[in-house]
T-cell receptor, first 110, second 112 residues
Framework: KNEVEQSPQNLTAQEGEFITINCSYS?????LHWLQQHPGGGIVSLFMLSSGKKKHGRLIATINIQEKHSSLHITASHPRDSAVYIC????????????FGEGTQLTVNP | NAGVTQTPKFQVLKTGQSMTLQCAQD?????MYWYRQDPGMGLRLIYY???????DKGEVPNGYNVSRLNKREFSLRLESAAPSQTSVYFC???????????FGSGTRLTVV
């Protein structure tokens, strides 16, 4: 079993829909990251959180430390949101090294 | 623009050839990393450098060597390329501690 599990692996939505991507992890962590990988391959950091909730534009990330679970929400989805979304955790015992999930491929159709 | 610069963007090697992937950051970050990304798998850490002058193995270090030349530059060397090293390679940097990461644009390497 991977230390970081994402669901779903693939997600297709219609423009305007509310989207949720889930991340579960099995180790103690000091922080969780959400990353976005564009079709061209570049990786961009979206959020880093260790508790509660963060919001940036139409993106919202939440984390429940007790349940070892995080969600990434996209409100009013748009075709430009189509990308791979990656969850990664940093374990307190391993300095600043990250362990990555396999990613969720999101496609938003117009 | 500030960020992480990787070169080259694409490379084709024959089995047994050697090459060095270059990475440089201009954000004065302490920590630098090399990852590989393969289909159906998450990014996996090859080597990292927590600070200038130090390097450590990650999950998949076999077949690779690294050099932290100075605070800005962290190179990855394949001494004798193998088809199993066909992958997309990403360099990343971080200030360290509870801070985020900045990724390079990746190097797509094919070993034939």
């Amino acid at each position: 079993k991977n230390e970081v599990e994402q669901s779903p692996q693939n997600l297709t939505a219609q423009e305007g829909e509310f989207i949720t991507i889930n991340c579960s992890y099995s180790v103690g962590i000091s922080a969780l990251h959400w990353l976005q990988q564009h079709p061209g391959g570049g990786i961009v950091s979206l959020f880093m959180l260790s508790s509660g909730k963060k919001k940036h534009g139409r993106l919202i990330a939440t984390i429940n430390i007790q349940e070892k679970h995080s969600s990434l929400h996209i409100t009013a989805s748009h075709p430009r949101d189509s990308a791979v979304y990656i969850c990664a955790v940093r374990s307190g015992g391993s300095g600043s090294r990250l362990t990555f999930g396999e990613g969720t491929q999101l496609t938003v159709n117009p | 623009n500030a960020g992480v610069t990787q070169t080259p963007k694409f490379q084709v090697l024959k089995t047994g050839q050697s090459m060095t992937l270059q990475c440089a950051q201009d954000m004065n970050h302490n920590s630098m990393y090399w990852y590989r990304q393969d289909p159906g798998m998450g990014l996996r850490l090859i080597y990292y450098s927590a600070s200038e002058g130090t390097t450590d193995k990650g999950e998949v270090p076999n077949g690779y060597n690294v050099s932290r030349l100075n605070k800005r530059e962290f190179s990855l060397r394949l001494e004798s390329a193998a088809p199993s090293q066909t992958s997309v390679y990403f360099c990343a940097s971080s200030p360290g501690g509870a801070y985020g990461y900045t990724f390079g644009s990746g190097t797509r390497l094919t070993v034939v």
